[in-house]
C-alpha cells in the first residue's frame, strides 16, 4: 500500500504510477476471476460427486426396506454402506476444500453421537495471550465462553498387576509361617486376570474377532501371545460358564411359551480332512410385547446333527406354546408329546415362500397383501395384555384368516399342483391349525422373529470364525454365546459381567447358589 509520502510530486511520474497501479490491479481482478471459477467448478464437481454417492445410499437402503429385502445378505449390505459412506465423506472433505462454509452455514448432523455424561472430561483452555483491550489498552473481563465437546481415545492400554503376598515367622518359636491365602484364578498360574479373559471373550464372541486377530492386535502393543494361548482361556472360562448356560435352559423350560430355530455350524471334521455341518440350536423367551412379567433370554445348544431327537432332549419338560418354522422335526416332537405340547407356525416364513413370486403372480401378490393385513393388526396391539390381543385379533383377525384360507383352496385348484405358486400355498395349508393358533392365544406371536434375531449373532461370528475346531468347540460356543445375548437382551455390558462372575466362579461360588449370577439378575 502506497502512503502519501511515496507519491511522486511530478504529474508525468503520477500519472504513470497510477496507469501501473491499475494494470496490476486489473491482473489481479483477472486471476480472482480465473480462481472463483476454478472454485466453483472444483465445487459442482464436488456437489455432484456427493449427490451420486448420496443417491447410491438411497438406493441401499430402498434395497434393504423394499418388498426384496429378506433376499438380501444384511453384512453384506452394511458393509457396502460403510464404503459408500467413507467416499462420500471423503467427497465432502473435498468440497469445503474448495468451498469452505462457516459453522452457521454448515447443517447439522442429526446423528453425530451423543457424550454420555459418565465420561471422564479432559479440560482445555484455548486463551489469547495478552489481555488488553486493543482500542484504548484497558484491562479486558471475561464475559462469556464458547465451549465444545469431542470424542476421544485412548486406545487399549495394557497393565501388569503385581500382587505381593508377606510371608510372616515368629522370633519366639520360628516354627510357624504366616501367608495370606493367594486369590483363586480361572487360569491358575497363567498370567491373564478375569478382566482379559473377559475381554477376549467379547470380543470373539460379541465383537467376531477370532483368537488369530486378537493375538495380531496385542502384538501391535509387544504382549506376544499364542492364539493356543488365547484359546486355553477361552476353554477354560466356558469350563466355569457351562453351569449358567444349563441353568438358563432349565430357566427356559418352565416358560408358557418358547421360540425354536436352528441354524448351521461348520465343524472341522480332521479324519476326512474337511468339514462337517452341526447345528447350533437355539430357544428363546420374550413375553414383553404381550405385558410378560419374565425376563427375556435365550439358550443355544450344539448338536452333531439336526435330527428330531434333539430338540426334544433340549427341551426336556417343557409343557407348553413352541413357536417354530416349518423344519418337520418339530411336528415330530409335537406328535410324541401330546397335549403337552402345541406348535405356533410362523407367518413370516409362508409370507417368504410368496415374495420370489409376487412380481410375476398376482395371485402371490394377493396374498402378501392380505397377511400384511395381519401385522397390521398386530402392530395396533403390541403392548396391550394377552386378553386385549387375543379379543382384537378375534374381532380383526379372524375375518382375514379365514377368507385367506378360502383365496388359497380356491387358488390351488385352478393352477398346476408341481408350480412353485402351489408349492408355496401347500406350505401354508399344511400348517394351518398352527399358523391361525395366535388368533385365540393373546400370548403367541405372528411370527419367529424374536428366535430369529438371536440366530444371527451366531450367523455373523459363523463368517469370521468360518468353522469350529470339533464339537467339544461348537458347544463351548454354544456357552458363551448364550451368557454373552442375555447380557445383550438386557442391555448389560457383557465385559462388565463376564469379570464379576468369572471372579466369582473362580472363588468358588456355590454351584446351589449359581442363579444369583444370572445376567437377568445382575445390577453391576
Request: glycine fraction near 6%.
Amino acid at each position: 500500500m502506497l502512503m502519501q509520502a511515496d507519491l511522486p510530486e511530478d504529474i508525468d511520474a503520477l500519472r504513470a504510477l497510477v496507469l501501473e497501479q491499475s494494470r496490476m490491479l486489473a491482473e489481479e481482478r483477472a486471476a480472482s476471476e480465473v480462481r472463483l471459477t476454478e472454485l466453483v467448478v472444483a465445487k459442482g464437481e464436488a456437489d455432484a460427486e456427493i449427490e451420486r454417492l448420496q443417491s447410491i445410499i438411497d438406493a441401499f437402503m430402498r434395497h434393504r426396506f423394499g418388498r426384496r429385502s429378506e433376499q438380501l445378505d444384511a453384512d453384506q449390505l452394511q458393509l457396502g454402506l460403510e464404503d459408500v459412506e467413507i467416499a462420500l465423506g471423503h467427497a465432502r472433505a473435498a468440497r469445503d476444500a474448495v468451498a469452505p462454509r462457516s459453522r452457521s452455514d454448515q447443517p447439522r448432523k442429526t446423528n453425530r453421537g451423543s457424550l454420555p455424561a459418565h465420561l471422564e472430561r479432559i479440560e482445555q483452555i484455548v486463551d489469547i495471550e495478552e489481555k488488553v483491550c486493543p482500542c484504548c489498552s484497558g484491562a479486558l473481563h471475561q464475559i462469556g465462553e464458547d465451549v465444545a465437546e469431542r470424542l476421544d481415545v485412548v486406545p487399549t492400554t495394557f497393565r501388569v498387576l503385581v500382587t505381593r503376598r508377606p510371608r510372616y515367622g515368629c522370633r519366639s518359636c520360628e516354627g510357624a509361617i504366616v501367608q495370606a491365602p493367594a486369590a483363586a484364578r480361572i487360569v491358575e498360574g497363567g498370567i491373564p486376570t478375569e478382566a482379559l479373559i473377559a475381554q477376549v471373550l467379547v470380543s470373539k464372541y460379541a465383537d467376531h474377532v477370532p483368537l488369530y486377530r486378537q493375538a495380531q492386535i496385542y502384538a501391535r502393543q509387544d504382549i506376544k501371545l499364542d492364539r493356543s494361548t488365547l484359546a486355553d482361556w477361552v476353554g477354560r472360562a466356558a469350563w466355569y460358564l457351562r453351569p449358567l448356560r444349563d441353568r438358563t435352559l432349565e430357566e427356559l423350560r418352565r416358560s408358557e411359551r418358547l421360540f425354536a430355530d436352528e441354524t448351521t455350524a461348520p465343524v472341522l471334521d480332521p479324519g476326512r480332512g474337511r468339514t462337517k455341518t452341526g447345528q447350533l440350536w437355539a430357544y428363546a423367551r420374550d413375553d414383553r410385547p404381550w405385558g410378560g412379567v419374565g425376563p427375556p433370554m435365550v439358550a443355544y445348544v450344539y448338536a452333531a446333527d439336526r435330527k428330531a431327537e434333539r430338540p426334544d432332549t433340549h427341551l426336556g419338560d417343557f409343557a407348553g406354546i413352541l413357536q417354530v418354522d416349518g423344519y418337520g422335526g418339530y411336528t415330530a416332537l409335537a406328535k410324541r408329546r401330546g397335549q403337552q405340547l402345541s406348535l405356533a407356525f410362523c407367518w413370516s416364513h409362508v409370507r417368504r415362500k410368496f415374495y420370489d413370486l409376487a412380481a410375476s403372480s398376482p395371485v402371490a401378490t394377493e396374498i402378501l397383501r392380505r397377511i400384511a393385513m395381519l401385522y397390521a393388526i398386530e402392530d395396533e396391539v403390541r403392548g396391550y395384555s394377552a386378553e386385549q390381543r387375543r379379543i382384537q385379533r378375534v374381532e380383526c383377525s379372524r375375518i382375514i384368516v379365514a377368507d385367506l384360507r378360502l383365496y388359497l383352496d380356491a387358488r390351488l385348484r385352478q393352477i398346476s399342483a408341481k408350480s412353485k405358486l402351489a408349492e408355496a400355498i401347500r406350505y401354508a395349508t399344511t400348517r394351518w391349525d398352527g399358523l391361525v393358533r395366535f388368533i385365540d392365544d393373546g400370548r403367541i406371536e405372528l411370527d419367529t422373529n424374536t428366535v430369529e434375531r438371536s440366530i444371527r449373532p451366531l450367523a455373523l461370528n459363523r463368517k469370521n470364525a468360518l468353522f469350529a475346531g470339533s464339537d467339544e468347540g461348537g458347544d463351548n460356543w454354544a456357552v458363551i454365546a448364550t451368557l454373552i445375548e442375555n447380557c445383550k437382551l438386557g442391555g448389560i455390558n457383557p465385559h462388565d459381567w463376564l469379570n464379576q462372575t468369572l471372579t466369582a466362579l473362580a472363588n468358588g461360588y456355590p454351584a446351589n447358589r449359581v442363579h444369583e449370577l444370572m445376567p437377568w439378575i445382575y445390577v453391576g
